[in-house]
Nanobody, 124 residues
């Protein structure tokens, strides 16, 4: 069992940056593939980014490639999402999630544990 707590959300102008953090407790993050998802009002929760157990490999949704960077510090048991060049359409609640085992990582149902989410609002 792992508990996840996101932080770092807020209000930012278009073109600005935010860094989200996801702190884990209960088990070491090196046991999990970690992902970030976002959910805008009235929409489905969508994949944003994920990285491998040791953080060497990262995957991104096309909408955030070149703007967002996922990273992790397994020693601190924390995963980060650096978001640059933010756009109003990035406005959503952002969730981190952990999955064990192999297989896919872009679908909500593939993850075992979720944080409570942090709101990101980008004004135009």
């Amino acid at each position: 069992q792992v508990q996840l707590v996101e932080s770092g959300g807020g209000l930012v102008q278009a073109g600005g940056s935010l860094r989200l953090s996801c702190a884990a407790s209960g088990r070491t993050l090196s046991s999990y593939i970690m992902g970030w998802f976002h959910q805008a009002p009235g929409k489905e929760r969508e994949f944003v980014a994920a990285n491998s157990y040791n953080g060497d490999t990262a995957y991104y949704a096309d909408s955030v490639k070149g703007r967002f960077t996922i990273s992790r510090d397994n020693a601190k048991n924390t995963v980060y999402l650096q978001m640059n060049s933010l756009k109003p359409e990035d406005t959503a609640v952002y969730y981190c999630a952990a999955k064990s085992g192999g297989g896919g990582f872009v679908h909500r149902y593939e993850y075992d544990y979720w944080g409570q989410g942090t709101q990101v609002t980008v004004s135009s």
